[in-house]
């Protein structure tokens, strides 16, 4: 059923959080609608929140508490005065039970009709109504007898490989790929014990396994009178275990028939469900251009930039004026495509252990900006990546006039892009865009499983320039500090002379590294058996550039602490803790009651609670950084007052860890 016509929106409640809440404030603004940011414990700083002209705090920081509080989102919404509620996409997006609450609180909900977002997102009630509307669908089994036995029996029909899938979710979640019939029970009743896990249900279907196919969706958008139009199709093949990771617009290998062909099947989808807003409809499309459904998301997508490149439309400002019921005023023929659009998910994560999300203080986050380049974030330096929340850092999207001037575009980004305190993917995202398969447009479905196994994402060693730079970047750093403040020079730099070399070490597998300068600007560095002639040709703050045997480079450092240093060298960071700063760090704090962190890393023990008695060398704590382990001890005798970190916490330099109050004699 369509909504009330003509209804005035004035003001806005953005129900997310980070980049996405950003993007719709930026909108929103545009068109003169007082925005309101919701945010929880963790988020109260947040970008999003600065951003808004007006924040409402909706709970704890577990997202269950907060973002996917129904009652908490309508209760800001009503409090702060809201017209109307942009879900975002994720959270509470697609549950049709917030599109009710939001109706029934007399709030326009920016979306569509909790109909057609409850029927599509079933994905076995979705595919038998798709298959009634005479849309290509892929072979399967999408039926209500889900006993072992049935489903089974169904794969004999379907044929192996098979694809056993959630009917509730998405995301890759509850989704199995299987091969051969001796595996099916395993997976199954992994699938269904994940499924009922993420999304309360373990009903499941069964397809046809397509082998390298591409993921491709269609954009839609309808409006309330019935009108239906296409806005082109997203490549999102690049994928790690269902979760998108690069996305372009238009497809590499579509023509403009297969396009039409796609896009009249999209449209039918949507009219079929009677559609209004925002959609996506996704495909998958095989070697021979036959394309199948998969599923219908009833929202704005995260890789919406890509469109809105090539198109010039905004699809915010679209999903905005169709919700308070316009027409379109587009009409297919008035879609025009003009260039080409790559867009890359960074994340903070750690490739080589099985991208396990990286949380921590962004102590430098410098997205690089230029001609064709645009970045949609939700964070700056200074912000805590927390634990709570998808850990994507920024969309960075590159622009072009062709697909290889936008690839290009883009890779200089992120190679120009600097993050300094948490691990990302930012090297792998570089990694990608260069391979072959990729350049040539042929990534397929299966393109990081075939390129990226664990060998090539297990931790990379230190390689010689960024050892280099991260010592000579130390020296240069502690020197003008030194010099500027008209300070005696600390003993080490003392000791770091021409005439005696001293002997640094920095942790990377305890490897000593000699130092020895020839002038103001000139070093022989030694290690692992090996000689390096250094000349420092710039310095500042943030920069180098150095002459290593012959070769000119240019890299970002930050010293974090008194004993971290971080360097990015062509978008790809290194961690090195100078361990003399660690035991200098160590003398000057012995005796003091507050025990801090001397370098970054992870709390991987703690052995005393406040209230505690401890004596000097007492074990305190054991903070892992770059893969050892350091003891924190006690350094007087006396009562543990307070402890200021958990098990598992990421520690900064200079964090205080706990606090001991002297005993008395």
Known sequence: MARELNQSITSILIANRGEIACRIIRTAKRMGIRTIAVYSDADAQALHVKQADHAVHIGASPATESYLSIDAVIHAAKSSGADAVHPGYGFLSETADFARAC??????????????????????QAKRRMIAAGVPCIPGYQGEDQTDDNLLQ???LIGFPVMVKAAAGGGGRGMRLVPTGEQFMDA???????????????QLILERAIQQPRHVEIQIFADQFGHVIHLGERDCSVQRRHQKVIEEAPCPIITD????????????????????????????LDSSGDFFFLEMNTRLQVEHPVTELITGLDLVEMQIRVARGEPLGLSQEDIHFTGHAIEARLYAENPAEDFKPSTGRLNK??????????????????????????????????????????RQRLVTALKDSVIFGVETNQSLLINILTQ??????????GFIQDHFGAGTLEDINFPADAIIIACLSRFKASLTKALATSLPLPSPL??????????????????????????RKSFRIEFNSTSYDAKILSFNSEQIEV??????LKAFWQSCGAADIAVAIEGQSYNFIDMNSVFATREAQRGAGDIIAPMHGTLAKLFVKAGDVVTAGTRLAILEAMKMQHEILADIDGTVTDVGANIGDQISANQLICSISEATS
């Open 103 to 124: 109706e029934a609180a007399g709030i326009i909900f920016i979306g569509p009709g909790a109909d057609a977002i409850n029927l599509m997102g079933d994905k076995a």
């Open 494 to 519: 003392l000791n770091w002379s021409s005439a005696t070399p001293i002997q640094t070490a920095f942790q990377f597998d305890e490897l000593p590294v000699l130092v020895s300068p020839l002038d």
């Open 257 to 284: 028939k297969l396009r039409a062909e796609m896009g009249a099947v999209a449209v039918r989808a949507a009219k079929d469900i009677n559609y209004f807003g925002a959609g996506t409809v996704e495909f998958l």
């Open 154 to 156: 169904q794969t004999k």
């Open 547 to 552: 002459e290593i045997s012959g070769r000119k």
């Open 188 to 202: 199954l009743h992994d699938a269904r014990a994940e499924a009922k896990s993420a999304f309360g249900s373990d």
């Open 365 to 406: 986050f410098r997205l690089a900006n230029g001609d064709g380049i645009r970045l949609d974030s939700g964070f700056k330096a200074g912000d805590e990546v927390s634990s709570f929340y998808d850990p994507m850092l920024a969309k960075v999207i590159g622009y072009g006039p062709t697909r290889d001037i936008a």
């Open 436 to 445: 072959a398969n990729f350049v040539t447009g042929n990534a397929t479905t």
